[in-house]
């Protein structure tokens, strides 16, 4: 069966980095976070199952990711709101510019 990383909340950053500052280590991880964002929107040509096999999650985890965040915070927003702050665009539109089908040896990796 499938590994799924599931987002958990992580240790603070070191006390030497940030002092135990809860507000800088937020600014951090989302400064990390949007430039995230901004580097899987600039490489279109890195397909979701390519990312999936190599790392474990792709563009959907991080919208799937980015709901819980949103709701956890008392922010009802849709999946496709997720997707489109993850993907930068409609999921709908961005699929169809840019994600082709999976060969046969990229599902033969997801699904071993």
């Not at 819980?68 to 489109?84: P, T, W």
């Amino acid at each position: 069966q499938r590994r799924t990383p599931h987002a958990t909340h992580s240790p603070p950053l070191p006390a030497s980095m940030v002092s135990s500052n809860l507000p800088l280590q937020t600014e951090i991880e989302a400064y990390a976070f949007r430039q995230l964002l901004a580097h899987l929107r600039s490489r279109p040509d890195v397909a979701n199952i390519d990312v999936m096999n190599l790392a474990g999650f792709c563009r959907n985890c991080l919208s799937k990711w980015y709901l819980k965040g949103a709701n956890e915070a008392g922010l009802r927003i849709s999946y496709d709101d997720a997707c489109e702050a993850v993907y930068g665009e409609p999921y709908g539109e961005w699929k169809k510019k840019h994600q082709g089908k999976a060969t046969r040896e990229q599902m033969e990796r997801y699904e071993a």
